[in-house]
């Protein structure tokens, strides 16, 4: 039985087209990702089917009384809301109806016999509901899910706003697994994910027995936890089945036999066109010329998807730093409370380390400490000579209303604005994402704005956090590339060990000196 349709769904931003004629079904059981590189709509089309965007065009179809659950990647979670708090708010239909309970209690004194039955009837209804969604164990159930989670460590009391990317991700997990939809939409679920946490995720989703649909640019997640893949490219919405090892075989089959057909038939409109132009003016071949004119005009041409444009990345090397980056003694990090012990660390010129360890330990914490941009609770941290740094932040606050064009022209006032779009090109970013403002690009594209930023600056070291995350296959491959190639120093904030696997020599464990319990 069909829970989701969407027929012929079209929808763009000013002159720029996301779907052209788009159908989509979901059935019950599918485990579905949705595929595609930046920008190609993915997040735009969860919003539409979720009724956060209203389409140009098309119809989109629940099956009646299908309950959402919908994790997205820019949910913001209140200040002064607890943990506990973001995980109960699952049961919030569940405290309408008890509300909607207690004023037919209060109600029941002042009516006559007949409205009397009707409302005990109702209220019978409404207290089976409670029971057998479980309201009366409420705190028991949150208890359990914020175990399985490890939220529980971190105290159901702490203000959600004070965690980390990873934690938060986490909650909305387990406020998504409290409300027992009957499908699960999920929009990149392991960014800011660590090893462990995927792990679980995984786990959950293999024997997960509803639907859900998932966007997520992590191949091997991807291949363990989906049986259809749905491929988004130029406007289309194309379905495999299979895991995405499976599509990604089938796709370039395909590609292929399409651009065997298109060289075959260009050349047997070369053929066509050829003899018309020698044949049209003279009698005893003019017949014949329009014969193959006619076929002409009634060839159903094969046309070539425009080809994305790759990324490419460079970084600049700078100026040979000293021997040592940074050198820290008894480096305390944190904010009120610790987050580690003693530090004393060392960071070489040439070296390539990988921070590794659970979310919410301080990773960024210590990037951001060693910087200066966090001042440490005790110790202090020595930077080495000459130093150039380029720094990727894993999160950005605000909305951004500057175009891109803007943001590298306000970086990088000397360069001309050729220079400018040309910088953004090399970075995957068609003309149309150039002219756009910040704020209305996909979590990949703005990603790709920064790291423009920074491959266009000299540098000797690079600290990054996170930069992964959001970015397609070709540009990760593409930047996995660039990191093997820069001469300079490397230190990296990544969950994903087969990226950072062939890059780092050394990997930093941050779970052996974090207070924090996780």
Known sequence: MSILNVEHLSHGFGDRAIFQDVSFRLLRGEHI???????????TFFNIVTGKLRPDEGRIEWAKDVRIGYLDQHTVLEKGMTIRDVLKSAFSYLFDLEAKM????????????????????????????LTLHDFYVIDAKVEEVARALGLLDLGLERDVTDLS????????????????????????????LDEEHINWLKRYLTEYENA?????HDIPFLDEVVNIIYHMENQCLDRYVGNYEDFRRVYEVKKAQLE?????????????????????????????????????DKMDLIELAAERPKPEFHFRIGRTPGKYIFETKNF????????SKPLNLTLERGQKIALTGANGIGKTTLIRSILGIVKPLKGSCELGENLQIGYFEQETTGENRSTCIEEIWNEFPSFTQY??????????LTTKHIESQVRVLSGGEQAKVRLCKLINRETNVLMLDEPTNHLDVDAKEELKRALNEYRGTLLLICHEPEFYQDIVQDVWDCSKWTTRIV
């Open 332 to 339: 305390v990090i944190g904010y009120e409370d610790p987050l």
């Open 212 to 216: 859900f649909i998932l966007i997520s």
């Open 102 to 129: 207690n004023e037919i209690c209060d109600r029941l004194g002042n009516v006559d016999e007949d409205e009397m039955n009707r409302l005990m009837e109702e209220l019978g209804t409404i207290q089976d509901t």
């Open 165 to 192: 990317g990873g934690q938060r991700t986490r909650i909305l997990l387990g406020k998504l697994l409290l409300e027992k939809p009957d499908i699960l939409l999920l929009d990149e679920p392991t960014n800011y």
């Open 260 to 296: 065997a057909a298109y060289k075959k038939q260009q050349q047997e409109i070369s053929q066509l066109k050829d003899f018309v132009a020698r044949n049209k003016a003279r009698v005893a071949t003019r017949n014949m010329a329009m014969s193959r004119q006619k076929k002409l």
């Open 419 to 428: 220079e400018v779009r040309s910088a953004l090109a090399k970075c995957g």
């Open 33 to 43: 990702g949705l595929v595609g590189a930046n920008g190609e709509g993915k997040s």
